[in-house]
């Protein structure tokens, strides 16, 4: 069965500071990924999405950049962190013919 | 318009009650529709998916009206378990594309009490 992992569950960061969030998708080849930022109170915002290994689309222009290495690998990366980039940052995976999308446990970002 | 929409809620019913859900959506070229289902500060996860006019599954009955461009969710025989987070979610039209991608609702909230 196919099983997603997100790490760290919980992370505070100073502004300024770099992030990287890790997202492993285990159990099937060649998914399609997500990286979705939930703020408080507020739904879901696709940020990136990939197809393959370096093929990265970007949603809406922000602070955030992020990679593909491998397969079942999507990293969300920044390098200066601002204050409104706290939030619930989901990662999901999907296999393309049925649209359906299974989401990771998510990080919980406090910019301070 | 937004591509979906939902009644915010929050919907607040007693045990055993039943409870009705509404969602619209703008793309008359949406082929299939979800349900997702998110607790508390937890990952929204797959409650049911909506292919043709409506399915059921077990007190949760799911349906679609196409040329009211209009989705619902009915829940039977309210459980304290299904507090929670209702999302509807509207795969982008197919236009050959296979991304999968998803516009997701603001969410319904559930609390039901005892």
């Known amino acids: 069965s196919q099983t997603i992992h997100q790490w760290p569950a919980t992370l505070v960061q100073p502004v300024g500071s770099p992030l990287s969030l890790e997202c492993t998708v285990e159990?099937?080849?060649?998914?399609?990924l997500y990286w979705y930022r939930q703020a408080a109170g507020r739904g879901l915002q696709l940020l990136f999405y990939?197809?393959?290994?370096?093929?990265i689309s970007s949603e809406v222009p922000q602070n955030l950049s992020a990679s593909r290495p491998q397969d079942r690998q999507f990293i969300l990366s920044s390098k200066k962190l601002l204050l409104s980039d706290s939030g619930f940052y989901l990662c999901?995976?999907?296999?393309?013919?049925?649209?359906?999308?299974?989401f990771g446990p998510g990080t919980r970002l406090t910019v301070l | 318009r937004k591509e979906v929409e939902q009644d915010p809620g929050p919907f607040n019913v007693p045990e055993g009650a039943t409870v009705a859900f509404n969602c619209t959506y703008s793309?008359?070229?949406?082929?299939?529709f979800f349900w997702y289902r998110q607790d508390c500060r937890k990952e929204p996860k797959l409650l049911m998916s909506?292919?043709?006019s409506g399915n059921e599954d077990g007190r949760f009955t799911a349906q679609l009206n196409r040329a009211s461009q209009y989705i619902s969710l009915l829940i039977r025989d309210s459980k304290l378990s299904d507090s929670a987070t209702y999302l509807c979610?509207?795969?982008?039209?197919?236009?050959?594309?296979?991304?999968?991608?998803?516009?997701f609702g603001r969410g319904t909230q559930l609390t039901v009490w005892p």
């Open positions: 979610v509207v795969p982008l039209a197919d236009r050959g594309s296979t991304l999968g991608r998803l516009y």
């Open positions: 909506v292919y043709s």
């Open positions: 990939s197809v393959g290994i370096g093929q």
């Open positions: 793309n008359s070229a949406s082929q299939s």
């Open positions: 159990g099937t080849s060649n998914p399609n």
């Open positions: 999901a995976w999907s296999v393309s013919t049925s649209g359906r999308q299974f």
